[in-house]
């Protein structure tokens, strides 16, 4: 039959569909990971974004401990919220490192004097340029980043109560 | 009152389109009947009910009405009036309402003006457009209502993402919402003609201004966009091949090859399935550009209003639609693809050429979009970026921007490539000049060849003026030429812009300076500054090109409190030859601070070049009309005469 070539864009589109549909029908975690997983996190230094704390390079996260790695911002609403929940992990073991996006010292510091300081190490990223080389896209962000500094999970958005045990399982799947 | 009265005039106006939907069909089917008169009233109606309730809505945002959920949640008080105005479209619901809003009022326009068609084809058409806005009237009413109340009034609102607070691109959607809608006037020109099989060159001549239309539009608004994107997001890019992005350059891609192919059905009744079939896909790509960015199947850097939810109903509305149409094209094509004959070296030979290499490139961008989204689904996670689409893309743009060289030259029907040769030499040795210089000054591989391309298609552009009078050239031919150039101009901003840019991260003191290009950048102050609804630290930074005179430049770094939000407000320097562009940092230690200084020669005309495109658009539209209102005229008088010599 000779006209059946004018049914292959129908084709095409039908098997778009189905890809499109499938994946709208997978969890919306699974979606909206970083296509960063699985890979070593960038080189990288920065300087401290607060004087209390040191800040990091890649070197402290190829400790060999496993650790979740928090993108956030003395500016972001959503990460004050989220602080309680960095409290409870920290007090559960788990080593957490921060990233500043764009923010300055004196308000880093005035949010951990008024939020908690969970973290070990604070890197300053003040063009946001770590943050767009490991596919995050907005504050706050969490990742999970084994011990030889390769990027395990992504969170996105705050972390809430019902989080912490899915985040301390991924710790321990990631080496912990 | 006012939501109610908006929500009241969405609801009759899809009525309305049901109407002109069951009655559109029952007339094609019976022929004439008393149904028939009812479609074109029922377009216009629904226009101008569709039309109301959207200015409905712009006067809740005006008024700041905070008892409308959609009010609270994307404006305030506080915000100027002018993105108080954009704020009703800088939404999900909003600009869902917008996009529905244009294409009933292009519906209706069409059902007032077009009279060239046969009625039947007409009827068809216009219920193709009913059934498509019926969709879009569903999704607002059942599942995005714009005009949802609040149980209890919020105090105040939560502010529009201060990313849109921008002028440029408080305008961009609507800029780029008149290009996509207007595609779906293509397509159910498309859908009509297949339903009556009326593809002729009169339908290519009623579709060719809408195209055009949506093609201006979509030139302007991806043109505005880039723009938007380099001087807003502080990163000095000006194309990011992100899926936003990608979403509009589709359609542009689709309705470049539409335009092109629904000319030489015009002129010479040839192509006929493939203008039909390019019609289906131009408003497709629309479309599907819109599920990706707003399904939340894609991550991009710029995407808002993701709901997975609202992706599935804008996935059955592409299925729908996108499936039916093209399974009447698969049932209906094969009968009307008879046309014209024509030899291989001539202007349809070279326009088939460059529709096929447009739609190559199509392909590129549409799967390097969706590839990621097709590996996830077999487990792996990929991103795919300029490594892909540079060097894949560049396989297909450099032999298309070749044939846009030789094509114009062509005659219709048949030609023989020695009657050109010369003309073809001169565009040559262009490419050879471009090449040489190139090498001289030490660009790359993609640089060096878009320069050379770049230079040959500028003069090739000019060729078809050659031995003609300038003053008697139809519009639509000068259009051709102006669009053709700025492509030559917009491809050697790029190259110049990868090949030359100059890039200095300094840390410096108030003071001190640093150099970038030939230009010296001294940073004389810091200062804070506050806006409307911002604070900010900006920049005093004194500028010199050359040891020239100095210009003042105020990049800033602006802290937004609702939401709270830090944007980076660029300073740009525009030279004739290039811009020198500053970011602020912050401080780098107490006294130091970081600045980002780029120079980028001969940036502008990536963007210049983009609205010479769309000027020449507009020059061949004006035209295309202006004829046509001279042929209907002619047509008049004639038919006038005939009655006068029967009486």
């Known amino acids: 039959m000779k006209g059946w070539r004018f049914f ?119 063009m946001s340029e770590l943050q767009l080389s490991i596919g995050s896209s907005g504050v706050p962000e969490t990742f999970v980043v084994d011990g030889q500094g390769v990027i395990r999970y992504q969170h996105i958005g705050d972390i809430r109560a019902e989080h912490v045990p899915l985040l301390l399982g991924k710790l321990r799947e990631a080496g912990a | 009152m006012i939501a109610e009265l908006g929500l009241a005039a969405l609801w009759l106006a899809a009525a309305l389109a049901a109407l002109q939907l069951v009655a559109g069909f029952l007339a094609v089917r019976q022929g004439e009947g008393d149904l028939a008169a009812l479609v074109r009233p029922a377009a216009v109606v629904q226009g101008i009910l569709c039309v109301f309730s959207f200015l409905m809505l712009v006067w809740l945002f005006v008024r700041t009405d905070l008892s409308v959920k959609l009010v609270a949640m994307n404006s305030h008080s506080d915000k100027p009036l002018i993105f108080k105005l954009a704020g009703s479209w800088g939404n999900h619901e909003g600009s869902m309402l917008l996009w529905v809003t244009v294409m009933s009022a292009a519906g209706a326009l069409i059902a007032f003006v077009e009279r060239r068609l046969p009625e039947r084809t007409m009827q068809a058409t216009l219920a193709a457009q009913g059934f498509v806005a019926l969709g879009f009237y569903a999704f607002l009413l059942f599942s995005s209502n714009p005009f949802e109340r609040l149980p209890v009034p919020a105090v105040e609102g939560n502010g529009l993402n201060p990313l849109l607070q921008d002028i440029g691109l408080a305008f961009h959607p609507p800029t780029l919402y008149l290009g996509y809608v207007g595609l779906s006037v293509a397509f159910s020109f498309a859908v009509g003609a297949l339903l009556t099989r009326q593809v002729t060159p009169e339908f290519a001549r009623a579709m060719r201004p809408w195209v055009l239309g949506a093609w201006i539009f979509l030139t302007v608004g991806i043109t505005a966009g880039s723009y938007w994107a380099y001087y807003e997001l502080g990163w000095g890019g000006w194309w990011f091949w992100d899926p936003v992005e990608n979403a509009s350059l589709m359609p542009w891609l689709a309705a470049t090859a539409l335009l092109h192919s629904a000319s030489v059905l015009a002129a010479r009744d040839a192509l006929r399935a493939w203008t039909i079939m390019l019609g289906v896909v131009a408003f497709s790509m629309s479309m599907i550009g819109t599920f990706l960015v707003r399904s939340g199947i894609l991550t991009s850097v710029h995407a808002f209003a993701v709901d997975p939810e609202r992706g599935s109903f804008i996935l059955a509305l592409l299925a729908i639609y996108i499936g039916g149409a093209l399974a009447v094209f698969g049932l209906r094509a094969g009968s009307v693809a008879e046309g014209e004959k024509f030899s291989a070296v001539s202007r349809e030979g070279a326009l088939v050429v460059n529709n096929v290499l447009l739609s190559a490139i199509l392909g590129v961008v549409l799967l390097g979009t969706l590839y990621p989204l097709l590996t996830e689904a077999m487990g792996v996670r990929v991103s795919v970026g300029p490594p892909y689409f540079d060097p894949v893309g560049a396989v297909f743009v450099v032999p298309m921007l070749l044939v846009m060289m030789v094509g114009p030259l062509l005659r219709w029907r048949g030609d023989r490539l020695a009657r050109i040769n010369k003309l073809a030499a001169v565009g040559f040795v262009g490419v050879l000049a471009g090449l040489l210089l190139a090498i001289l000054l030490g660009a790359g591989v993609l640089p060096t060849i878009g320069l050379a391309l770049g230079i040959g298609l500028a003069i090739a552009s000019l060729l078809p003026l050659r031995g003609r009078n300038v003053r008697r050239l139809p519009l639509a031919t000068w259009g051709m030429v102006i669009a053709h150039l700025g492509v030559a101009v917009a491809l050697l901003g790029m190259a110049s812009e990868s090949a030359f840019s100059e890039e200095k991260l300094a840390a410096v003191k108030v003071g001190e300076s640093a150099s970038v290009g030939p230009w010296q950048v001294t940073l004389a102050a810091v200062d804070p500054v506050a806006g409307p609804n911002w604070t900010a630290l900006e920049g005093v930074m004194l500028a010199s090109y050359g040891g020239g005179s100095l210009t003042e430049l105020h990049p800033q770094a602006r802290s937004f409190w609702s939401p709270p939000q830090e944007t980076t407000e660029s300073a740009l320097v525009t030279r004739w030859n290039g811009q020198l562009y500053a970011v602020l940092g912050k401080a780098a230690d107490g006294e130091r601070w970081q600045v980002r200084l780029w120079w980028k020669p001969f940036v502008t005309l990536i963007w210049y070049g983009g609205l010479m495109v769309a000027l020449g658009g507009l020059l061949a539209l004006v035209g295309r009309v202006r004829e046509d209102l001279r042929r209907r005229y002619v047509q008049r008088k004639a038919g006038e005469r005939r009655m006068d010599l029967a009486q």
């Open chain 1, 8 to 126: 292959l864009p129908l084709a095409l589109f039908a098997a778009f569909v189905g890809v499109a549909g499938y994946q709208l029908t997978q969890p919306k975690a699974e979606f909206v990971e970083s296509a960063m997983i699985g890979k070593p996190m960038p080189a990288f230094e920065m300087r401290a974004a607060s004087p209390d704390r040191p800040g990091l390079s890649l070197a402290d996260l190829k400790d060999g401990r496993p650790k979740l790695l928090n993108v956030w911002a003395s500016w972001c609403v959503p990460c004050a919220a989220e602080a309680p929940q960095l409290a409870t992990l920290q007090a559960q073991g788990a080593p957490i490192v921060g990233v500043a996006i764009r923010d300055r010292p004196e308000d880093v510091a005035a949010f951990l004097a008024r939020y908690g300081n969970p973290f070990e190490r604070i890197g300053a990223d003040d």
